[in-house]
């Protein structure tokens, strides 16, 4: 059974960072690009940031550019977001999905087996 599981959230002062991980079950994540969303309280789930299923385009959005690199390890069939300089505003549950990177913004539409989420919390 397909099942993706994100970890590495927590509470971090501003201008910390954190590293999540996405870790994959029952799938071998090398044939599918990733993506990485976060929904914040009484807000919308946005798009974060895509890898591709080889590794080599990845995406942003304009908030966390420079701040925030996805990558994947497919021998360890995960994907990590590594969060810099981080800001109160980046305070969310994180989930990671399977679907489709394209080349503008992530459309929620395109990605489906949603992990459960991990919450970050950027706080002093």
């Known amino acids: 059974q397909l099942q993706l599981v994100e970890s590495g959230g927590g509470l971090v002062q501003p201008g910390g960072s954190l590293r999540l991980s996405c870790a994959a079950s029952?799938?071998?994540?090398?044939?599918?690009?990733i993506g990485w969303f976060r929904q914040a309280p009484g807000r919308e789930r946005e798009g974060v940031s895509c890898i591709s299923d080889s590794g080599d385009s990845t995406t942003y959005a304009d908030s966390v550019k420079g701040r925030f690199t996805i990558s994947r390890d497919n021998a360890k069939n995960t994907v990590y977001l590594q969060m810099n300089s981080l800001k109160p505003e980046d305070t969310a549950v994180y989930y990671c999905a399977i679907g489709a990177c394209g080349l503008g913004p992530l459309v929620l539409a395109d990605f489906d087996s949603w992990g459960q989420g991990t919450q970050v919390t950027v706080s002093s």
């Open positions: 029952g799938v071998t994540l090398d044939y599918y690009a």
